[in-house]
């Protein structure tokens, strides 16, 4: 029994000493803040007027309307590739992807040797095709083969260009 009465006691004197005030030290460091100085908030710029604006382009081109750019008139001159024409086997290719590596001559007429980038091995002569831009062999020679080609400008018209295929030399 006195066992209990001591632990009764000693219970109670636990209670007691936590029973102090609650958030003590929240409280003090609030009352300590009231007392520090305070900063200084600039002050809101003043408002400005309002000035009205009066839009004048109305009758320029909208510049988010999608249109066609229009090539002068007269201009273009009528050159135009053959579409209809059957496509070689080189007009497969870019014209950068094909190496001249060779020449045979029969006859009077030169062929070129033309590899492609699968390893594929053409012979040409004046007259074929080959290149994605319409590129007409024009001429040949132990060393380049030349070619005109038809490309398209920015205005939609068809314009010739000369290109050269060079030979590649072996140890290359």
């Not at 000035?51 to 988010?64: C, G, S, V």
């Not at 083969?145 to 072996?170: A, F, Y």
Request: glycine share 10%; proline share 9%; charged share 25%.
């Amino acid at each position: 029994m006195m066992r209990g009465v001591f632990l009764l006691v000693f219970a109670c004197l636990g209670l007691a000493s936590c029973g102090g005030e609650k958030y003590s030290e929240l409280k003090q460091f609030v009352k300590d803040a009231d007392n520090l100085p305070r900063g200084r908030v600039p002050p809101l710029p003043g408002i400005k007027p309002f000035e009205p604006f009066n839009y004048d382009a109305y009758d320029l081109l909208d510049p988010f309307k999608p249109r066609k750019i229009e090539p002068p008139k007269g201009a273009g001159g009528g050159l135009q590739p053959d579409l209809t024409r059957r496509k070689e086997p080189l007009e497969a290719y870019p014209l950068e992807n094909l190496h001249m590596v060779g020449t045979i001559q029969q006859g009077n007429v030169t062929y070129a040797l033309v590899k492609t980038p699968d390893n594929n091995l053409f012979r040409v002569k004046p007259g074929n095709y080959m290149g994605q831009n319409f590129g007409l062999i024009t001429d040949i020679d132990e060393s380049s083969v030349k070619l005109k080609e038809i490309v398209q400008d920015s205005t939609g018209d068809w314009t010739e260009r000369v290109s050269t295929l060079t030979l590649i030399e072996e140890g290359k």
